[in-house]
């Protein structure tokens, strides 16, 4: 027998529900236990724990009972009979008491006890169901809609040492297994399982989540005949004498009041329909986040494609860089970032296993998920013709518990969205190249700059489908100079992409060899002339002396900077330029030269930013030094994303490059000294060397720096021609020596055994035992061999 008696309304009596059993109505249990009165049910209630009564004990009870239940006789209990009285919910949710008995005649033993508390829980689960489903909490009725008592359900004790399984014929049945023909083993079980599932029924036994607590977990099976039946599964660890985990008790029951309601099943239906027509996967993405935010009420979502072992976001929702975790945000370089997967071995682990894995809060994630769902987060893989094409995101930033229906929803939209992607890059196969081919030729990150700070930010046109030619680049350069640069090719296809990585990698080239600004824009022209294009391109390039603030510009046909005085004020700097890239071979480029001081904000932009079909190129311009006057430019990134958070509708794409210039904290001093190539001139360079290192206070390394001075400058006279001079750098932490000639062959150092005997071949390998590092880089007609001394102590 089971009986369930639910709380009244006023929270003071046990009112009957349902009953179930062999003899029917047969056994006197009376419509209503008083909670103040004398009874199991209502004694079990009040101490919220389970009451165990066998034979004689019921007798007792029956004796002082004050309803007339438990009393032998004809129409009662028969003789003989166990009773439990468990209690039905736990804290603040207290649903009511079910009633079991049982013809046993020394009580119910400890592994009975413990499948009939897990039978308990499973029709509070039921009850707790039916009690949502209805408004407010459960009438007292004689029958709640689905029945309370789960009539198809059985109970199985699973070994651990072994694996072997013992389930009565009842968990065989719900399953459709022919008892004859069951194993034992708990895999045969596990087959039964809908895959997506299986996992979550795995964990369960998982070393770090065995628990002496009931574990609950619903799932589907997929019966011979191929129905669809949800289960509840509730299972309690039984443990050694010393703690070691020893079986597994468990009762699994019918649990179709799991079944995906109309509104999650029409969810799935109106997202299936609007997927049909997507046709980019930036549609897919929008229409998965629509489909899904407000129905699971989600704080975030984010939708990314996997290619190779990156994952490319193509949707973050909301879109504020500050709403995500530093992950997903440092390197804001595009309108949505790009991470490895493996920064993220939560992530990669539920790619590589293929099902939707579900966290509560307070789960042990690395910080890049962990912020994404601090109440709750979900994990989709989103397969597609056998595997994984990307990845979707749910995070809840409050506290949120996971109902068996969301994980069959999340499953289904999963499945969905994955061959959407697909179908949308077969349908746009030509844009996703160049699109890949863009994201791979622009700078993946920045370099950290000493003396400013340096962001970028690139967006994608939103009109039509073709990528366009937008770059930009950040060099640092010899001497505490650094390179920026910004440019955007005609045209908006693969072959402007092409371009546009040609162009970055000349500019870079001859940017590193030591070229001033006019002559590096001046040779990428003539590069561009000479290619097979009629495309031609704008850029401008900037060469910043960190040190001392000295900033020289050469402008070929783009727009001019804007500058953020540290007061506020802010100007569009007219400088000098010339045509486009790729018009006239001869064309000259003339450098303008500005001083900035530390605080200064130096923006470089494109015109997608300041120019549209429904925005004029002045009105633009003025939006951005309105912008830039009203930011705090002491977080840089966000000034760039107020900057780009406006640019929506875009026909053209967005490349935006700041520069925040703090200067160095300490300046280097500089001398130099020209070599004439007379017998002694080594002798002289020493001695130059000796009274500057002096005059600066050094004198611990001095005997290093002019064994330095006398191999490089040796090296320079021997094996070059024209002028060799030497140049000496003082910094805060170390001394650099630099010996340039006329010569553009890069020293070799030797590679096999040095003859010690012999006359030359050492210098290189002194220089390299008594320095910190050393090089050699390619000057304007020439070379630069320098060497890097640390300083035990600054010069004086």
């Known amino acids: 027998m089971a009986a369930v008696y639910v709380l009244a ?125 209805v408004a407010g909490r459960a009438q007292p ?24 399984m013992d389930a009565d014929a009842q968990v065989l049945e719900l399953l459709g297994i022919d008892p004859e023909e069951f194993d034992g083993r708990v895999e045969t079980l596990l087959s039964c399982a809908v895959p997506d599932d299986i996992p979550a029924m795995m964990s369960i036994v998982e070393p770090g989540r065995l628990s002496p607590a009931g574990e609950q977990l619903a799932f589907r099976i997929r019966r011979p005949g191929g129905e669809l039946r949800w289960l509840g599964l509730r299972c ?108 993220l071995p939560t992530l990669e682990s539920a790619l590589r296993e293929g099902h939707v894995s ?55 939209t999963a499945g969905l969205v994955g061959q959407a992607l697909t179908r949308a890059h ?60 910004i440019g955007d090719v005609q045209g908006h296809s693969a072959a402007a992409a092409t371009i546009m990585g040609q162009m970055r990698t000349a500019v870079r080239a001859y940017a590193v060899e030591g070229h001033p600004p006019d002559v590096v824009v001046a040779r990428a022209n003539r590069l561009l002339v000479g290619m097979e294009t009629d495309l031609f391109a704008t850029c401008l390039y900037v060469d910043l002396d960190m040190e001392e603030g000295i900033a020289r510009f050469a402008r070929a046909g783009h727009l001019s900077p804007v500058l953020r005085h540290p007061d506020g004020s802010t100007e569009e700097m007219v400088v000098e330029g010339g045509p486009p890239l790729g018009v006239l071979a001869d064309a000259e480029f003339p450098m303008t030269e500005a001083g900035l001081i530390p605080g200064t904000l130096l923006t470089l932009l494109t015109d997608g930013l300041v120019e549209s079909a429904h925005l004029h190129l002045e009105d633009g311009m003025r939006r951005v030094r309105e912008v830039l006057g009203a930011a705090d ?100 932490d170390r001394l650099r020596v630099a010996v340039n000639d006329a010569s553009p062959r890069s020293p070799v150092k030797p590679s096999g055994g040095v003859d010690w005997e012999s006359t030359g071949g050492r210098g290189l390998l002194i220089v390299e035992a008594t320095t910190a590092s050393w090089g050699s880089v390619p000057l304007s007609g020439g070379k630069q061999v320098w060497s890097e001394i640390p300083l035990s102590h600054g010069g004086e």
């Open 9 to 133: 309304e006023g929270g003071d009596a046990l009112h009957l529900a349902e009953l179930v059993g062999d003899h029917g109505s047969s056994y006197g249990l009376p419509a209503v236990f008083t909670l103040s009165g004398h009874s199991p049910a209502a004694a079990a209630f009040r101490a919220g724990s389970p009451l165990w009564l066998n034979p004689e004990e019921l007798a007792a009870y029956a004796a002082t009972s004050g309803d007339g239940a438990f009393r032998s006789g004809p129409g009662t209990l028969p003789a003989k009979i166990s009773l439990g009285a468990l209690p039905l919910g736990r804290g603040s949710t207290e649903l009511g008491c079910l009633l079991v008995a049982g013809a046993v005649a020394d009580g119910f033993d400890a592994d009975r006890r413990s499948l009939l508390e897990l039978y308990a829980d499973q029709v509070a689960a039921g009850l707790e169901s039916v009690a949502a489903r």
């Open 141 to 164: 009725k004689s029958h709640l809609g689905p029945a309370l008592v789960p009539l198809q359900g059985g109970a199985f004790t699973l070994v651990l040492g072994t694996g072997l």
């Open 236 to 343: 309690r660890v039984l443990s050694h004498a010393d703690g070691t985990p020893e079986r597994i008790l468990g009762v699994v029951a019918d649990a179709s009041y799991l079944r995906p309601s109309a509104d999650e099943v029409s969810i799935v239906q109106r997202l299936s329909a609007r997927l049909a027509g997507a046709t980019t996967t930036r549609e897919v993405s929008r229409m998965v986040v629509e489909a899904l935010r407000e129905p699971l009420g989600a704080a975030r979502i984010a939708v990314a494609e996997l290619e190779a072992d990156r994952l490319f976001v193509t949707l973050l929702d909301p879109p504020e860089a500050d709403a995500w975790p530093g992950l997903w945000r440092s390197e804001w370089r595009s309108e949505w970032p790009d991470a490895s997967r493996h920064n």
């Open 358 to 412: 579900l966290w509560s809060p307070g789960a042990d994630l690395e910080p890049g998920l962990s912020g994404i769902g601090p109440g709750g987060l979900a994990v989709l893989p989103l397969p597609a013709d056998g595997r994984m094409v990307g990845v979707c995101l749910v995070g809840w930033e409050e506290e949120h518990r996971f109902e068996p229906e969301e994980r069959s929803l999340l499953t289904a």
């Open 426 to 485: 077969a349908l746009n196969a030509g844009h996703e190249l160049a699109t890949m081919l863009q994201r791979s030729l622009l700078p993946r990150k920045l370099p950290v700059l000493d003396g400013g700070v340096a962001v970028a930010r690139y967006l994608p046109a939103t009109a039509g489908l073709e990528v366009g030619g937008d770059w930009y680049d950040v060099i640092p350069l010899g001497d505490g100079h650094v390179a920026l640069v």
């Open 633 to 732: 430019v002491a977080d840089p990134g966000q000034v760039a994303d107020e900057l780009v958070g406006r640019a929506n509708g875009r026909d053209d794409d967005v490349a935006l490059l700041l520069l925040r210039y703090d200067g160095t904290r300490v300046r280097p001093v500089r001398t130099h000294w020209t070599v004439w190539r007379l017998p002694n001139a080594v002798m002289h360079a020493r001695r130059f060397t000796a009274r500057t290192l002096r005059s600066w206070g050094i004198t611990e390394e001095l005997d290093v720096a002019l064994l330095v001075v006398s191999e490089l400058v040796t090296n320079g006279i021997a094996h070059t021609q024209g002028e060799v001079r030497l140049d000496l750098t003082l910094s805060a």
